[in-house]
């Protein structure tokens, strides 16, 4: 009791008349760039683990920090 490829493309066919094959395009690429700058963003996010600071000392000097993270495993 599934979908068979005739309902589907019968969907698809109303789809298609009721929006038209251009709006369905500009839709698919909208949806694709979307996709690709929501993959960037995550790329970035985990590439992105250095923190950079600046600390003032007891004799009001700033000092440049960096700041990584590191995972270690103990196991």
Do not use: P, Y
Not at 48 to 75: F, H, L, R, Y
């Amino acid at each position: 009791m599934g979908i068979s490829i005739w309902q589907l493309l019968i969907v698809l066919g109303i789809v298609i008349l009721l929006f038209g094959t251009k709006k369905l395009r500009n839709l698919g690429g909208d949806l694709g760039s979307a996709v690709k700058g929501f993959k960037g963003a995550m790329k970035d996010g985990a590439e992105d683990t250095t923190m950079k600071k600046e600390i003032e000392n007891d004799e009001g000097e700033t000092i440049d920090a960096e700041v990584t993270s590191k995972k270690e495993d103990n196991v």
